[in-house]
């Protein structure tokens, strides 16, 4: 599927394949992502569900000459049929977040929409789809004083941590400190912490398939090792983290 600094991988997708509104010939990878998708069963295997499902879409329009054209422009554009009880569906319903519309509040959420959905297996059990990068993944937050004293006590002890179910993190620092900084603002969670993936090559993550902001989703499986935590003047904290081996 390509390389990573240089060096043939035998599996796995490189960074162009984590969609940005900036990704050159973006509407190609998008296709050929949706091609694997479809393969490993994302979408369902009921071909007219998913058929009937691109019809019914809001966004439908006489202006193509052909319905698989229409359907083709969608599909490049990240729009994805929602069929019933699918793993798109599902995903669809995480990209809307902590809301009535999303996988819901709670520290255990996350973790629900994922036995609901069993995202992380199919993350698990499909590695022709995880994110094969030396790049390092982003992911803001903000935590209360316990959380900040748990990760001393990891990064002391040498324990791991975990997002207590699939995590989203982006290739763009930038996303991740807006969403720390400007989108979580009004949360009770004081400590604005921005994660660091460090891990080099492979990882049980996916690109996310909604979206524009170089968004990467992680296995709920997946464990870290805390390696350094710093704080800049601001106070925000940084955590660099790497994924450890299974």
């Known amino acids: ?34 091609q694997m998708l479809k393969k490993s069963g994302y979408f369902g295997y009921d071909q007219t569900a ?11 329009s006489t202006d193509y000459p052909s319905f698989d054209e229409y359907k083709n422009t969608m599909i490049a554009e990240g729009n994805f049929p929602s069929v019933d009880g699918t793993l798109s569906q599902g995903v669809a319903i995480y990209y809307n977040g902590a809301s009535i519309d999303g996988y819901g509040s709670g520290n255990d959420a996350r973790e629900k929409w994922d036995n609901k959905y069993n995202f992380s297996s199919f993350i698990d059990h499909h590695k022709e789809l995880w994110l094969n990068t030396n ?34 993190w982006s290739l763009d ?52 090792s805390v390696i350094d935590i710093s704080q800049d003047n601001e106070g925000v904290y940084y955590v660099k983290v790497k994924k450890t081996k299974k």
């Open 1 to 34: 599927m390509g390389s990573t600094g240089g060096n043939s991988i035998e599996y796995g997708l490189n960074d162009d394949y984590v969609i940005t509104k900036y990704s050159p010939n973006v509407e190609q990878k998008r296709m050929e992502f949706y």
């Open 50 to 60: 998913i058929d009937n499902a691109f019809k019914n879409m809001d966004e439908y």
């Open 135 to 168: 790049s390092t993944l982003y992911r803001g937050l903000r935590l209360d004083d316990n959380s900040m004293k748990n990760l001393y006590k990891a990064l002391s002890s040498g324990n791991t941590i975990d997002f207590i179910g699939p995590s989203s």
């Open 173 to 224: 620092s930038g996303v991740a400190n807006f969403f720390a900084e400007i989108s979580l603002v009004g949360q009770e969670n004081k400590n604005i912490v921005i994660f660091q993936d460090v891990t080099k090559g492979i990882r049980n993550a996916m690109p996310f398939p909604h979206g524009t902001d170089s968004e990467v989703i992680y296995s709920g499986t997946s464990k870290f």
